[in-house]
């Protein structure tokens, strides 16, 4: 019995304790509780509340005011939850990237604004606390959408369920369509995504475009932006017929606007191709071919004409015809048209060019120059007068040039912002540069890249003028060499591969002689077998392999674009070649020499010149350190010359 009295007391003990850990973990979570703040009163301040209702079709602007609250609230948790929601609201939809999402308001070399991984695991519980609470719905949307991109499991597919049902309770209109219209497609890609899970929101989302496609009033560009949401995320099918039909009738509304009326055009021959009803597609092609064809030549008809936007506009009606079978150009009454339009294409680009403005700067007195650079070369024995040829300048600095395009593009943004179409001297258009956020080219952001291949230009205009020319006339005058000698120095010069050694010998003589043409063609041929000789030799594969098992030899291009190059040869020689040789805005010589269109002009001009310096450069530094001191064979800078020394033999 008083062992049963025992346990009943312990028993009576533990239970106590028990209501006493319970009791005191209530007493927290009440403490927790009162220290919350009181979410809906926060986003009821008449400040909030006017900026919640003034930007109901959109987020980005609700950044300041929810930054404004924050700054002036007291309370530190509801502080934190203002500033987090200021964020999320500044983050841009990036289009193409789902799993990333969301990029920075602003980027530069200096660092960026918030990004959705930045985000603590405290700031995601603070955030999955207050979301249901925020009264703004595509903001709540979007904190939804964020939290989905950094939380896992059931909660993850709680949050997309959460923001694909918001969306589709607001719904699409034109207002949200033209202020978030990547919120949008986003949105749908997510549905795309999950399957069946996701199916019914999907669904809603094809019903929603497909209704104020074909039930509300036209607007603008509205109704064509929502076939093309559709066609991209291969919804709306079944109802093919009734786009295209729509869109046409559109376009016929637009009789005096030829712009709208071509776009819902264009869009109802590919929907009427979807339906499989090639010959009203065609039409509907057909009729904006037309269009584009007048416009251009009333264009080129005038005295001062945008010749520019005629050759874009006969470039896009080369482009709709491309959509046509080539059997049902005859019954439209197209049968000679593509001939036509590459002529004409032509012809304009020719007369634009003779059309375009000159800018001409203040000139530059390269004299001083002039005169240093014959001095550095004179009175010297061949072969240290060829190299103090070869040091009158290093090559172009790659960190150098970016640094002051990124700074030009801070001075002047809107230069930035712009794509940039470069002409050919014969009116081919052979580039089209994107501009800021673009595909990088050589990791380089597409409007940084143009700016310095843009300054590199003037530079090899300025340093061939000013330095290269002079010290080439004193150093010709003063020592007649031979293709022997330059036989010696790439015999010398490990860079230069064995089997090649009097090819680039004698490029390296013609340009001697002056004759710039012949030195570029052979050269250019020479540069690009010694990138792929080095390539090889570090182990890169240089070569593609068909499906017949031929092995072709990869192009300079795809040889320069290699994540070895700046490893191999560093990032400033990288540059000098990817500039002179592969880019259409620059001398552009790989181009130029292997398709025979090397002009006079180009062939005797500074480009030549240039090219032969950085050619004769490159080898002979290897030729002079490995003849001079061994210790330095690898070095980039050469040895120093010493006074016995000897010209080539």
């Known amino acids: 019995?008083?062992?049963?009295?025992?346990?009943?007391?312990?028993?009576?003990?533990?239970?106590?304790?028990?209501?006493?850990?319970?009791?005191?973990?209530?007493?927290?979570?009440?403490?927790?509780?009162?220290?919350?703040?009181?979410?809906?009163?926060?986003?009821?301040?008449?400040?909030?509340?006017?900026?919640?209702?003034?930007?109901?079709?959109?987020?980005?602007?609700?950044?300041?005011?929810?930054?404004?609250?924050?700054?002036?609230?007291?309370?530190?948790?509801?502080?934190?939850?203002?500033?987090?929601?200021?964020?999320?609201?500044?983050?841009?939809?990036?289009?193409?990237?789902?799993?990333?999402?969301?990029?920075?308001?602003?980027?530069?070399?200096?660092?960026?604004?918030?990004?959705?991984?930045?985000?603590?695991?405290?700031?995601?519980?603070?955030?999955?606390?207050?979301?249901?609470?925020?009264?703004?719905?595509?903001?709540?949307?979007?904190?939804?959408?964020?939290?989905?991109?950094?939380?896992?499991?059931?909660?993850?597919?709680?949050?997309?369920?959460?923001?694909?049902?918001?969306?589709?309770?607001?719904?699409?209109?034109?207002?949200?369509?033209?202020?978030?219209?990547?919120?949008?497609?986003?949105?749908?890609?997510?549905?795309?995504?999950?399957?069946?899970?996701?199916?019914?929101?999907?669904?809603?989302?094809?019903?929603?475009?497909?209704?104020?496609?074909?039930?509300?009033?036209?607007?603008?560009?509205?109704?064509?932006?929502?076939?093309d949401a559709l066609s991209r995320h291969g919804l709306g099918r079944s109802r093919a017929k009734d786009i295209a039909r729509r869109l046409q009738d559109i376009g016929d509304s637009f009789a005096d606007d030829a712009d709208k009326a071509r776009i819902y055009y264009e869009g109802a021959g590919d929907w009427f191709g979807a339906d499989g009803d090639m010959d009203a597609g065609g039409a509907a092609y057909a009729t904006v071919i037309q269009s584009y064809i007048a416009e251009a030549e009333a264009l080129a008809g005038e005295k001062d004409g945008n010749l520019a936007r005629a050759g874009y506009l006969l470039e896009r009606a080369l482009r709709d015809l491309r959509k046509i079978p080539r059997a049902d150009r005859d019954k439209l009454g197209l049968s000679d048209t593509a001939s036509m339009l590459r002529r004409r294409i032509r012809e304009v680009g020719v007369a634009g060019l003779g059309s375009m403005h000159r800018y001409e700067s203040d000139p530059v007195d390269l004299s001083e120059a002039a005169r240093e650079a014959r001095r550095q070369v004179s009175g010297l024995e061949p072969e240290k007068a060829l190299l103090m040829f070869a040091l009158l300048h290093d090559f172009a600095s790659f960190s150098h040039n970016r640094a002051d395009a990124e700074e030009r593009l801070k001075r002047h943004p809107f230069t930035a912002l712009f794509s940039l179409t470069t002409y050919s001297a014969d009116g081919r258009v052979v580039k089209r540069s994107a501009g800021s956020g673009g595909t990088p080219?050589?990791?380089?952001?597409?409007?940084?890249?143009?700016?310095?291949?843009?300054?590199?230009?003037?530079?090899?205009?300025?340093?061939?003028?000013?330095?290269?020319?002079?010290?080439?006339?004193?150093?010709?005058?003063?020592?007649?060499?031979?293709?022997?000698?330059?036989?010696?120095?790439?015999?010398?010069?490990?860079t230069v591969p064995l089997d090649h050694v009097r090819q680039f010998a004698r490029g390296l003589y013609y340009g001697y002689t002056g004759d710039f043409s012949t030195a570029a063609q052979l050269l250019t041929l020479q540069i690009e077998h010694f990138v792929r000789h080095h390539l090889q030799n570090s182990g890169v594969l240089t070569t593609t392999r068909t499906e017949e098992g031929v092995e072709n030899e990869k192009g300079l291009s795809s040889l320069l674009e290699s994540e070895k190059v700046d490893e191999i040869f560093g990032a400033d020689l990288a540059y000098e070649l990817r500039v002179l040789y592969l880019d259409a805005a620059g001398p552009n010589l790989r181009n130029e020499v292997a398709h025979g269109l090397l002009s006079d002009g180009t062939g005797e001009g500074a480009e030549s010149l240039y090219t032969w310096w950085l050619a004769l450069r490159i080898v002979f530094l290897q030729f002079w350190n490995r003849s001079h001191d061994t210790g330095t064979t690898a070095a980039s800078k050469p040895a120093e010359p010493s006074d016995d020394a000897t010209g080539p033999a």
């Open 441 to 494: 080219v050589f990791g380089v952001d597409p409007a940084v890249w143009r700016q310095m291949v843009q300054a590199h230009v003037l530079r090899i205009q300025l340093l061939a003028a000013g330095r290269l020319w002079p010290a080439f006339e004193t150093l010709t005058n003063e020592h007649h060499l031979t293709v022997g000698d330059f036989i010696a120095v790439t015999a010398g010069s490990s």
């Open 1 to 227: 019995m008083a062992e049963l009295a025992l346990d009943q007391s312990e028993c009576v003990a533990k239970e106590d304790d028990d209501r006493m850990q319970g009791s005191a973990k209530d007493d927290e979570s009440n403490v927790d509780e009162a220290a919350r703040p009181n979410w809906d009163l926060l986003f009821k301040s008449p400040a909030l509340l006017e900026s919640f209702e003034a930007e109901r079709n959109g987020v980005t602007l609700l950044t300041f005011p929810l930054r404004e609250a924050a700054a002036s609230e007291g309370d530190a948790l509801a502080k934190e939850a203002l500033e987090a929601l200021s964020a999320i609201a500044s983050l841009y939809v990036i289009p193409d990237d789902w799993n990333r999402g969301y990029g920075p308001m602003y980027q530069s070399g200096e660092g960026r604004t918030f990004v959705p991984t930045d985000l603590t695991d405290e700031s995601v519980s603070l955030l999955e606390d207050v979301v249901e609470h925020v009264p703004h719905d595509l903001l709540r949307a979007r904190v939804h959408d964020v939290l989905a991109i950094r939380v896992g499991g059931r909660a993850r597919m709680d949050h997309i369920h959460a923001h694909l049902h918001l969306l589709l309770r607001v719904g699409i209109a034109s207002e949200r369509w033209f202020g978030e219209r990547d919120m949008w497609d986003r949105a749908i890609e997510t549905a795309k995504r999950f399957g069946k899970s996701t199916s019914t929101e999907l669904a809603g989302f094809q019903k929603e475009l497909l209704r104020n496609l074909l039930d509300e009033p036209i607007e603008d560009y509205f109704q064509v932006q929502l076939a």
